[in-house]
């Protein structure tokens, strides 16, 4: 994952709060633009963050 990679987490140190964090933080950038583009790019990593999560069985 490009996003918790950035911020240098491993997987053991995840935890359920931390992914909804980082969806919430997601969500209100994808909100802020009007880039559809960007919207979607958006929509695709929050996507990505909620499988990783549900894999985890957070």
Do not use: H, P, W
């Not at 490009?2 to 491993?10: D, H, M, Q």
């Not at 979607?40 to 069985?57: P, S």
């Amino acid at each position: 994952m490009t996003i918790l990679a950035a911020r240098v987490l491993s997987v053991e140190e995840l935890n359920g709060d931390q992914i909804d964090a980082e969806i919430l933080q997601l969500q209100t950038q994808r909100d802020a633009t009007r880039d559809e583009a960007m919207r979607a790019r958006f929509d695709v990593l929050i996507a990505r963050l909620e499988e990783f999560k549900a894999g985890l069985g957070f």
